[in-house]
C-alpha cells in the first residue's frame, strides 16, 4: 500500500539535468570509464535513420530545451536552427567534449527532440493540408499536464495559429484561443442561455460552440441570430456517433446560414481530426481544432551515436563515420550531408548557392547565437513549407 497519493509522477528540471533520467547503462559506462581513467574526446551526433509513417521530411523541434539541458556542459555544440525542416540521414546536432561529461544527458536529449519534433512535423503537415485556414492547437488533455506547453509550443511553431491552454499561451506570449466546453450549455441547461451570456462576457473572436444539445442547422441559425455580426465562428465538435458524414453537416449549416445573411460566419470543425480529415473538409470549412492527432504524434525516432573519437572518424556498425556538414540549396531546396574529412564544398545541380545549415550554438559552454523566439521559427518553418512545396 502506498497510503496517500503525494506527487505527481514527473522528473523535475533539476532531476533531468543532473542526469537522473538517464538510461542506467549510461551512468554504468561513466563509472567504468572513470574508473579505467579513460579520458577521450569523442564527437556524437543526432540524426534519425528513417521517418515515421513514410514522411519524407521532419520539422526539428526541441532544441531551445537541450540547449537548456547542455548550457553547464563545456563542450562544442553545433545544431541545425530550430525549425529546420530536415530528412533522413542528416545530422541535427552534434557534441564534442569529454564523453563522460555528457554520457548522461543522452536519454533526456534525444526525449527533447524526439517527442517535440514529432509533434511540429504533424503540425507542419497539417498546415499544408490546412492552407491559410485557421489551426487551433487542443491537443494538451490528451497527455500530462506536465507537458501541455512543450505540445502547444511544438504545434505553434509547426505553422497553427493558436493554442487553448492558459500556461501554453502565456509562455508563447500569445492569446489562448478557444470556444465554449460543452459543459458550459449543459450547466445552464440551454443552448441558447449559453449564447447569450457567451456573448456578454466574451471580449475575444467570438467563436460559439454548438450542437450540445440541439441538431446543427439549427443550433447554427439560433447562435447567428443571437450573436449577429459579433459572431466569428462556429465550432462544430460532433462525435463519432453523429458524425454521418460530417462534410454535408457543414455544407447544410453554410447553406442555411448565407440563406438568412450570415456569410461573415465562419466554420471551425473539431473531432479527431488530422491532415487528411482537414484536406476532406477543406472545400466547407475555415477553421480547425486539432486535438490527439497532435499530442499523440509519432515521434521521430533520433538517435545518437559516436562518430569520431580523439579526432579520427570512428562509428559502430551500420552508421557513417566522421564530422559532416550539411548544405540546402538557397535555389532548389535540395539539401546535401558531406563529409567534413573531404573538405570541399559541394555544388549544387541547379548552381545555386549552397547555404551551410549545420552551425555552432555553443562553444566552450559559451552560447554563440541568440535563441530563436517561437514567433520567428514559426515564420521560418512557414517559409520552408511554401518555398520546398511538400506535398502529404
Ligand atoms: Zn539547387
Not at 459543459?183 to 462576457?201: D, I, K, Q, Y
Not at 444539445?213 to 443550433?219: N, Y
Request: aromatic share 6%.
Amino acid at each position: 500500500m502506498n497510503g496517500r497519493a503525494k506527487s505527481f509522477f514527473i522528473a523535475s528540471e533539476k532531476d533531468i539535468k543532473s542526469g537522473k533520467t538517464t538510461d542506467v547503462c549510461f551512468k554504468k559506462t561513466v563509472e567504468i570509464l572513470q574508473k579505467a581513467k579513460c579520458s577521450k574526446q569523442v564527437k556524437a551526433e543526432v540524426r534519425v535513420s528513417s521517418l515515421p509513417e513514410n514522411y519524407s521530411w521532419a520539422v526539428l523541434s526541441g532544441i531551445e530545451e537541450v540547449i537548456c539541458l547542455l548550457s553547464n556542459l563545456k563542450a562544442n555544440i553545433q545544431v541545425l536552427a530550430e525549425g529546420t525542416i530536415f530528412k533522413e540521414e542528416m545530422p541535427v546536432l552534434s557534441i564534442i567534449g569529454e564523453y563522460t561529461e555528457f554520457a548522461m544527458l543522452e536519454t533526456a536529449i534525444l526525449g527533447l527532440l524526439c517527442q517535440s519534433s514529432g509533434i511540429a512535423t504533424k503540425a507542419a503537415r497539417c498546415r499544408i493540408a490546412a492552407g491559410q485556414r485557421t489551426l487551433l492547437s487542443f491537443g494538451a488533455k490528451r497527455m500530462h499536464p506536465a507537458l501541455s506547453p512543450m505540445i502547444d509550443r511544438a504545434a505553434f511553431i509547426g505553422g497553427y495559429n493558436g493554442v487553448s491552454v492558459i500556461k501554453s499561451a502565456e509562455m508563447l506570449q500569445e492569446k489562448p484561443q478557444e470556444t465554449m466546453p460543452h459543459s458550459l450549455v449543459l450547466v445552464l441547461g440551454s443552448s441558447e442561455e449559453a449564447f447569450r451570456l457567451f456573448h456578454e462576457t466574451e471580449s475575444a473572436k467570438k467563436i460559439v460552440l454548438i450542437n450540445t444539445l440541439g441538431d446543427e442547422k439549427f443550433e447554427a441559425i439560433k447562435a447567428a441570430q443571437i450573436l449577429g455580426n459579433d459572431l466569428f465562428a462556429l465550432q462544430l465538435d460532433t462525435n463519432d456517433s453523429r458524425q454521418g458524414n460530417f462534410k454535408k453537416i457543414l455544407e447544410e449549416v453554410r447553406w442555411e446560414l448565407d440563406l438568412r445573411g450570415f456569410n461573415h460566419v465562419k466554420l471551425f470543425a473539431s473531432g479527431g481530426l488530422d491532415e487528411y480529415s482537414i484536406q476532406k473538409l477543406n472545400p466547407v470549412a475555415d477553421g480547425y481544432g486539432v486535438g490527439t492527432a497532435l499530442s499523440n504524434a509519432p515521434v521521430i525516432n533520433f538517435s545518437m551515436d559516436i562518430i569520431e573519437i580523439e579526432g579520427v572518424p570512428m562509428a559502430k556498425r551500420g552508421k557513417m563515420s566522421g564530422s559532416k556538414a550539411v548544405y540546402r540549396c538557397t535555389n532548389c531546396y535540395q539539401t546535401k550531408v558531406v563529409s567534413m574529412q573531404k573538405d570541399i564544398l559541394p555544388s549544387c545541380s541547379c548552381n545555386g548557392r549552397l547555404q551551410s545549415l549545420l552551425l555552432p550554438i555553443m562553444t566552450d559552454g559559451r552560447l554563440e547565437r541568440q535563441i530563436l523566439s517561437p514567433q520567428e521559427i514559426r515564420t521560418y518553418v512557414l517559409n520552408q513549407l511554401g518555398n520546398m512545396k511538400l506535398g502529404l
